[in-house]
């Protein structure tokens, strides 16, 4: 199967040549040409597996290049129990008659980036090995606090690859921060930028189109790669898990196949949502695509009205890995509604670039609407929310809360009461400080100690390694203005 350019469908690669590009040439994102499906039958079979086992079997439709045996092998180290801490991987948890939680947070870092950036890493060695690339891989990182410390812990000491991250320097919490700069491992870099996501965001995307850093990092025999999650490797792992959760709900019998599930995903980058559409065009019966924005709701508005504006006062929240204004993967979703037109999806991130808003088409705004719906919280409806889920015995982030509240929204205006699903991308102690006030708790100052409050005062037991963040040693405290990460980049690849 071949990937093609969202910019130019006449640029073909294998899914190999994808993966280590990260990002095509001409600025697209790399689109399978066609969806594999998955037939009832194999839904049922699907249903009887493990979860390592569904993700070889959902991704082996997509990589054809590479073997049944090499993912398997794959997803037993990426979701193995020294990754994660429950054999589930992304259990279910019901929290209402009608309603789950998707867990997605039971990897080592806590959010649930790890769930594809556990698996990226080997689909890139393998993909080096594929293509026969001899250079290293510098894998450069904006984050806006989650992926850079995944992306980290998927890459630290893995051969012929080396790391940098760039993260907002007042954008992250300190939870966040702290993870980042006591990273292990010899290959990684870090290093906070002054400015916000998106000034981080530019700034790589930037460095990956100069052709002169380029060219000089050729020569000191590197090539540049990407683990946001424009990267094809990043957004096909996260498919597996809402087909997972079909198969869980019906091992529970709580649906029958064919039945309609909405899910509800709290969307930044717009890269969890749209792994959701694409295991509905695989045939997975979901309903209605629920996306939950926090007070930056430039997704909310788009939905609404067809009109993408990015030119609105930039919100820093208590939800920070949702504070975006460029979604970069509502580019694929650009591609799809246009019936594959890359040039309409030229026409459209042009426009973005040089205005920061388009308007997209009629026909295309009601194949839009007709997926999904677009609501948004303000920091008291997410804080409201953790109270009331706690008052009932569930502990809660504060970007969960976020798509917990949406779906509430969605219900009371759309009176749809089918079966839905919210997706938890953070554990609740990495966000301690926002969460313990909307329990009534005054955190106290140290924001390792509050781990050790949180635990005291809600019963709930914190992840092991957020616990051992407590006095770890602090290896970076580097900081750049936006417009000197090109040297930051050529210092460390010295
Ligand atoms: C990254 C992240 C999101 C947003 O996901 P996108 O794929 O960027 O839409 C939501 N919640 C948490 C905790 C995250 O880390």
Known sequence: MKYLSTRDKTLRFTAAEAIKMGLSRDGGLFTPETFPTLTEEEMKSLCAMTYQQRAAYVMGKYLDDFTAEELGDFAEKAYGPEKFDTPAVAPLRQVGGQTWCLELWHGPTSAFK?????????LLTASLRKTGEEKTACILVATSGDTGKAAMEGFADVPQTKIMVFYPKDGVSEIQKL????????????CSVVGNFDDAQNGVKRIFSDVEIREELEKRGYFLSSANSINWGRIL??????????????????????????????????GNILACYYAKKMGVPVGKLICASNCNDVLTDFIRTGVYDRNRPFHTTMSPSMDILISSNLERMLFELSGEDDGAVRGYMDQLKETGRYEISAEMKEKLQSLFYGGFATEEDTTATITALYADGYLIDTHTA?????LADYRAETGDDTVAVFASTASPYKFCDNVLKAIGEEPVTDSVARIAQLEAASGVKAPVRLSALKGKTVRFDAVTEKDQMECVVLNFLK
């Open 179 to 190: 993870q980042m700069v006591t990273q292990e491992g010899q290959n990684v870099g870090v």
């Open 114 to 122: 790890d769930m594809a950036l556990q698996m990226l890493p080997q």
């Open 402 to 406: 976020v798509a917990a509240k949406v």
């Open 237 to 270: 792992p996260q498919v597996v898990y809402y087909v997972s959760a079909y198969c869980d709900l019906m091992n529970q019998g709580a649906i029958a196949f064919g039945d309609k599930v909405n899910y509800c995903v709290p969307t930044g980058n717009f």
